[in-house]
């Protein structure tokens, strides 16, 4: 860039360089606090005027013939010592600085840089004057204030008169000896500086560009002048405007009318604002007197609750009681029931067989190892006994109240078991516990027994018990009555009732009328719900049935007949003479020994 073609516009930043509060003029650094003459200009001071110091030098100021500066003046001293010296050197120059630009006449400042802090060496941020109009932008000439802080306060360190067209090319900051308070200034093109010495700017390597023609040059030049008549043209028209506003009477009538309006706006506002409040408060309202009456509501029902609870109270000692009595009750009937089921379907050690081999009512069950070519005598013997024990598992799950994971239909040697949770087509689910031949039947009967033993295990489980293995079927059945049939307490008596119940005719000669009787006297008793009780309701129905089993000498009305059943060669069902009775005590309608229904 030309000298003549510097602009205050091209300046990006600001460099400081070996800050100094006096020029030391080849003196010792120690020195530095004489009050020499400076060459720049020297900032005018409104306070006191500066006092006179000491020299820190050992030597004297006056130059000596054939004098050499000695620089071992700190050899010989302690390191601490030395090392407070260099502190109070760094100390006494260092300091935080700013800068400020002013253009002109003008005392405000164009651009403030930011502060830095302690140093001696200072690179100010780059900055852009671009866009601070032509008057300044297109100025070639500028002051440059340098602002320190060494103690408290700030003081105007420097003021330098600045001309870009003036300045020497550096290149760049390294290798070169700056002196004090020594400005370099970054422009587009480069380094430039007015304390060092100028340096031939080295050529740039790049393509030569087409340059605009000078009819381009000059439309150019026209059309800044146009922009700038247009400017100054708009600041004439707003100082005008701005003279007319000023001699013209203010006129409060639109302010007026607009303010009018704007509080019209506002009461509109209010007013919508209040109904919406209102409204809301309706709405709160009926809330609240409805949550009112729902707590008036809700503290009754408390008053209400708490009133059944101590009613409740009162009774709650004689319902455990009770609770327990039912519970020991129930599980005396536990007892007796198994030790019933253990005795109809005995369970005996093998006395010639392996270890844990056992007997369910005469037939033997191996473990669940078996050979499966043997003869059909064997697989008969083995469904019969898969058979029993189907029987006794189906028992127990009712006695015990354990519902069994696997259904099982108990029907003698040909008893089945279904598998109503594993991933199967329905039609597979039921598998046989007993051999038909054939490897699929072989394996569905040993899935069977797998899941017969499965359920004697959850039994087992149910009652508290481990079970060790579940192919022991019949010493887990044993173990399992053995456990539940257990007890310190006697076993208690079957409750009346039974088959008993169920008896409509006469009993060894015994007329309807006693039998009805009688019935009636063992249902008072019985518990309610069994079929003694409803034998003994003394019901129309009751003695219709009788009636009519009686004979057909019976009045219509359902009164009990007079004469006796034996004269009507009609056998009565239940007939202890010719009769044999089952475990059925409800709903049964068949004579086991006669054939008669």
């Known amino acids: 860039m030309l000298p003549q073609n510097r602009r205050l516009r091209h300046l990006q930043g600001v460099y400081l360089r070996n800050l100094s509060f006096t020029r030391p003029h080849g003196r010792a650094t120690d020195d530095l606090e004489a009050d020499l003459p400076s060459t720049k200009l020297q900032p005018l001071h409104d306070g006191p005027p500066p006092q006179l110091h000491h020299a820190h030098s050992s030597e004297t100021l006056l130059t000596r013939a054939n004098a050499r500066r000695r620089s071992t003046n700190l050899n010989n001293v302690s390191p601490i010592t030395r090392q407070k010296q260099l502190e109070y050197t760094v100390e006494s120059r260092a300091a935080d600085v700013f800068f400020s630009l002013h253009c002109g006449a003008n005392e405000d400042p164009i651009y403030i840089s930011e502060v830095c802090d302690r140093a001696i060496h200072f690179n100010f941020r780059f900055f852009d004057l ?278 099982v239909s108990p029907f003698g040697s040909r008893s089945s078991i279904r598998d109503d949770i594993s991933l199967l087509p329905d039609s597979q689910r039921e598998f046989p516990l007993f051999l038909r031949g054939g490897a699929t039947a072989q394996y569905r009967f040993d899935y069977a027994w797998f899941l017969l033993n499965k359920d004697i295990e959850a039994l087992c489980v149910a009652a508290g018990l481990k079970v060790v293995d579940i192919r022991h079927t019949l010493p887990n059945l044993k173990y399992l009555l053995y456990v539940c049939s257990a007890g310190r307490d006697e076993v208690p008596d079957r409750k009346r009732g039974g088959v008993r119940g169920l008896w409509a005719g006469r009993l060894k000669g015994r007329s309807v009328a006693d039998d009805g009787a009688s019935v009636s006297t063992s249902g008072s008793r019985s518990r309610p719900g069994s079929a003694d009780s409803e034998a003994a309701g003394g019901g129309r129905q009751r003695e219709q049935l009788m009636g009519r089993v009686a004979g057909k000498g019976g009045r219509e009305n359902g009164s009990a007949p007079s004469s006796d059943a034996s004269t009507m060669g009609l056998p009565l069902p239940f007939d202890e003479n010719i009769s044999k009775l089952s475990l059925r005590t409800k709903g049964l309608r068949e004579n086991v020994g006669g054939g008669h229904t």
């Not at 040059?217 to 004439?236: F, V």
């Not at 809700?298 to 455990?320: C, I, M, T, Y």
């Not at 009750?329 to 844990?356: M, V, Y």
């Open 130 to 407: 671009s866009q601070a109009g032509p008057s300044i932008t297109r100025n070639p000439q500028f002051i440059i204030k340098i602002w320190a802080k060494r103690q408290l306060s700030w003081s105007l360190l420097l003021t330098e008169q600045v001309d870009l067209r003036s300045l020497n090319y550096l290149g760049t900051l390294r290798n070169h000896q700056f002196p004090p308070n020594c400005l370099v200034f970054h422009l587009l093109d480069g380094l430039y500086s007015v304390d060092l010495s100028s340096k031939k700017p080295e050529p740039k390597q790049a393509p030569a560009l087409p340059t605009s023609s000078y009819n381009a040059l000059m439309k150019l030049s026209n059309l800044d002048n146009s922009i700038q008549d247009a400017l100054a043209t708009r600041e004439t028209l707003t100082a005008q405007i701005n003279s007319i506003l000023e001699r013209t009477p203010p006129n409060a009538v639109p302010q007026a009318q607009e303010s009018a309006l704007l509080a019209s706006k506002y009461v509109s506002t209010q007013t919508r604002a209040l109904r919406i409040a209102q409204a809301r408060r309706a709405d709160l309202q009926t809330s609240i007197a409805a949550r009112r009456t729902a707590i008036q509501e809700g503290r009754a029902a408390q008053a209400k609750a708490a009133e059944d609870v101590q009613h409740a109270q009162s009774k709650l000692p004689a319902s455990r009681s009770l609770l327990a009595s039912t519970r020991e009750s129930i599980h005396g009937q536990r007892r007796r029931i198994c030790e019933d089921l253990a005795r109809i379907f005995p369970i005996i050690p093998n006395p010639t067989g392996a270890p844990l081999s056992f007997h369910i009512c005469g037939v033997a069950l191996p473990n669940t190892d078996y050979d499966p070519t043997s003869s059909s005598a064997t697989e008969d013997s083995l469904s019969a006994g898969l058979g029993l024990v189907a029987q006794l598992t189906h028992a127990l799950q009712f006695y015990l109240s354990v519902p069994l994971p696997y259904a």
